[in-house]
């Protein structure tokens, strides 16, 4: 038998076997084999060459495959090409088009696709109310696992729409987004196998894009990395309700506030947000899910109570994503570690995926909790950027989309919503929010016939959120 070689094939195949009669020749080797790709069909391609000797000449059988546009995801890493294959070219999207959409939010430092891929029923059309999620992994380039799931995610997204009725429903009523890779270029020069190391954890300016973004606690002058205003961007154009970002190096679910107002280097705090009890229940749904994450495994010395912890009691940074996405966007988000090494082996990855995958969908069943609802005129128009708040929770506001839409996770109980929009007078509505129900409100500002001014901006504006902040900041618990 001559030498099989085999390519990481990312979608299933028709198979086509061709025998062939060569004539020897001098120039011939018959321990040479050829690797056929078709990058037509497919950019990564299962391909075998099998060599015979005989009396006559020589047989040469190839193994040739075809897309049959059927996604089937190995357990191993995939490069940035691969992904990107996987996504685009004649793989989920071709094969799912009224499910998925391929969308790339910017570039990398080194010029990479940042590629989301959004899931849902009509995943280009405006469904009104219909909430947004994201999941964006492999932030720090060298903690791929987080990549890797959220790639599964895809498949397994796409796969059990027609047969899991759970997801049927889900995808039908709400549409995710998800970023494998935020930082490609770190990946690139990371090494598997490294589980404590720094190569590749930054971008290729040598920047951690987790400690990037702008800071509501303390004020930086400085200018955000490509991979970071790409995630500002993005912000802008969904109004997400829930995410998270996956990390490696520990096993915990860890939740804002990560910072807090008079934070020096390693001084754990407990920073509690306004809505510390959505968070931290959001966190437990994850953590209780994972079959490890909440018995408090030992990874490098560091327990959590029930695989939790607050960001900022852990240690605190500054230009973290969670809080940029929950202060500045309105986003329930937190930080997920998932694998105590950052680069396992890839034998390790099927095990990984087993153990977050049903974690990772409970954790987006959450966003249909809470209220959701429109702000509109009195000629039924919706308003947009409309300032939102809770009462009690005041300090992070929450606005009102491109069409006067809004969403807010929130445990059952008793609630106070206070809506101010420019030249509008400020409305109060009372609401409850029952288990496993989504309250839904429609607020009417009446005739907005008020002078319509400017909202502060700047600093100013910055610090008054930091003093009322501050007030919600409890010691360590």
């Known amino acids: 038998m001559g030498k099989k070689q085999k390519s990481q094939h990312l979608c299933s195949a028709n198979l086509r076997l061709e025998v062939v009669r060569v004539r020897p020749s001098e120039d011939y080797n018959l321990e040479s084999t050829v690797e056929y790709t078709i990058y037509e069909y497919l950019p990564v391609l299962y391909t075998t060459t099998m060599v ?12 040739t495959i075809s897309y049959s546009g059927v996604a089937v995801l190995d357990f ?6 691969q992904v990107e294959s996987f996504l685009l070219l004649r793989s989920i999207t071709t094969a799912y088009p009224n499910l998925t959409h391929l969308y790339s939010i910017g570039r ?6 940042l590629w989301v891929i959004a899931i849902g029923r009509k995943p280009t059309e405006h469904i009104p109310l219909r909430p947004h999620v994201k999941y964006t992994g492999n932030m720090h380039g060298n903690e791929p696992v987080g990549r890797e799931l959220l790639l599964h995610l895809v498949e397994h997204l796409v796969q059990s729409y027609s047969t899991n009725n759970t997801i049927e429903d889900f995808l039908d ?4 987004h998800l970023l494998p890779s935020l930082n490609p270029d770190g990946f690139d020069v990371s090494e598997v196998g490294e589980c404590n190391g720094v190569d590749g954890r930054t971008n290729q300016a040598h920047s951690d894009l987790n400690r990037d973004f702008p800071d509501f606690f303390i004020h930086r002058d400085y200018e955000p990395q490509p991979e970071t205003k790409a995630v500002m961007r993005w912000n802008q154009m969904y109004q997400f309700s829930l995410c998270a970002n996956f990390h490696g190096g520990a096993l915990v679910a860890s939740y804002p506030f990560d910072n807090y107002d008079t934070a020096q280097h390693s001084s754990p705090y407990y920073s509690r947000s306004p809505d510390n009890d959505v968070l931290r229940h959001l966190s437990l749904v994850y953590s209780r899910t994972h079959p490890e994450m909440h018995t408090e495994p030992l990874c490098y010395g560091e327990r959590f109570p029930d695989g939790i912890t607050n960001g900022a009691f852990w240690y605190p940074i500054q230009g973290g994503m969670q809080d940029y996405d929950y202060i500045q966007s309105g986003c329930m988000g937190i930080t997920l570690e998932v694998s105590c090494c950052k680069y396992p082996q ?17 954790y987006l069943l959450q966003v249909h909790m809470g209220v959701k609802g429109v702000i509109i005129d009195a000629s039924g128009r919706g308003i947009e950027g409309a300032k939102l708040t809770i009462q009690s929770r005041e300090v992070v506001p929450f606005k009102s989309s491109h069409d006067g839409e809004f969403w807010r996770l929130l445990l059952p109980g008793q609630y106070t919503l206070q809506v101010e929009a420019p030249g ?31 909202p502060k901006t700047g600093v100013t504006k910055r610090k008054n959120i930091f003093l009322k902040i501050w007030q919600y900041i409890k010691p360590p618990q």
């Open 52 to 63: 015979w000797p005989d009396f006559v000449g020589v047989v040469v059988a190839i193994l």
């Open 108 to 113: 990398s430092v080194r010029g990479q696709e």
């Open 346 to 362: 890839p034998d390790e990855l099927a095990g990984h995926w087993d153990k977050n995958r049903d974690a990772l969908i409970n």
């Open 173 to 176: 009523t709400t549409l995710v």
């Open 424 to 454: 509008c007078r400020t409305q109060t509505v009372d609401f409850t929010v029952d288990d496993g129900v989504v309250s839904l409100l429609k607020v009417n500002m009446g005739s907005c016939t008020e002078p319509i001014t400017t």
């Open 76 to 81: 191993q890493y995939h490069n940035n090409s």
